[in-house]
Nanobody, 115 residues
């Protein structure tokens, strides 16, 4: 059974940091390209960052310089380290896996940035 389970979300003050995790199971994690998306209330889901199976990374302009995506293929886990968080980073963050025409989504983890 394929699972993507996000964790690490929560309430943080502006300027704070969070590390999100995405634990994968049920498929060959190492060959999948992985991405983080987010969806704020009333907005469409947007791409945040991605890491290919070979480790190449890319970031949306909105988080570039404040976030680092990484993966641990031995642990079947992807991470998103976020710092200098802003209220506009408030969203549900989703983990996504894709390999060819096959894709999986996680259930999401809530990140709230507020005083």
């Amino acid at each position: 059974q394929v699972q993507l389970v996000e964790s690490g979300g929560g309430l943080v003050q502006p300027g704070g940091s969070l590390r999100l995790s995405c634990a994968a199971s049920g498929f060959t994690f190492s060959v999948y390209h992985m991405r983080w998306y987010r969806q704020a209330p009333g907005k469409e889901r947007e791409w945040v960052a991605g890491i290919t199976s070979s480790g190449f990374t890319a970031y949306a302009d909105s988080v570039k310089g404040r976030s680092t995506i990484s993966r641990d293929n031995a642990e079947n886990t992807m991470f998103l380290q976020m710092s200098s968080l802003k209220p506009e980073d408030t969203a549900v963050y989703y983990c996504h896996a894709r390999q060819g025409g096959t894709q999986y989504w996680g259930q999401g983890t809530q990140v709230s940035v507020s005083t």
